[in-house]
């Protein structure tokens, strides 16, 4: 177990498998400025100062991390990208679909309340830093196998690990617009 004075590997968690329904089409690969949004997305991550890289979903192109349990939303494909970290480390988790985050909002998550094992931004479930350990697997791997898909949510498992929240600047929650719909993703790509 990791100790106060050791440093837990940071992850950046790239959640990216979901099946873009309300979109149409894959989000993950919609053009940002010229390049698909994972690129800017994991750039965005490199930014906040990750030690490592994982994209959730079946993107073989990007090393990505197929759902051990297909078709179960992001906690399945969070357990999944769990599954392959050794021991124990803060996991920094966005959306691909989010591409206004900036890598200093994403350093502030995780350098803020550092004793926390749960933390986003308040009325917000992502971007979420989350300490992997052997209590958060647990409750990981237990709404995973959930029946009820509510039951499956990332808000259920914060609540599962008493997450605490960050409050946010006016600009800092402009920042955290994400795009499921082409209507919001054609006001935020303007």
């Not at 357990?79 to 970290?85: E, I, L, N, P």
Request: hydrophobic fraction near 45%; charged fraction near 25%; glycine fraction near 8%.
């Amino acid at each position: 177990m990791a100790t106060v004075t050791e440093q837990r590997p940071c992850i950046g968690v790239l959640l990216a498998g979901g099946q873009s329904s309300r979109m149409g089409r894959d989000k993950a690969l919609l053009d940002w400025h010229g390049r698909p949004l994972i690129e800017h997305q994991l750039d965005t991550l490199r930014a906040a100062g990750v030690d490592e890289l994982r994209v959730s979903g079946p993107r073989p192109d990007y090393h990505g991390v197929a759902d051990l349990t297909p078709q179960l939303g992001p906690v399945s494909g969070l357990a999944s990208v769990a599954a392959g970290v050794a021991g124990e480390a803060e996991l920094l988790v966005i959306p691909v679909d989010m591409p206004r985050l900036s890598g200093a909002l994403l350093r502030r998550l995780c350098e803020e309340s550092p004793e926390a094992r749960s933390l986003c931004f308040a009325g917000h479930v992502l971007p979420w830093r989350l300490r992997l350990d052997a209590a958060s697997r647990a409750s990981l791997q237990a709404l995973a196998q959930a029946a009820e898909p509510r039951a499956r949510s990332l808000r259920a498992l914060q609540a599962a690990l008493d997450g605490e929240e960050l409050a946010l600047s006016h600009e800092e929650a402009a920042q955290l617009v994400d795009c499921n719909t082409p209507e919001r993703w054609n006001e935020v790509a303007r």
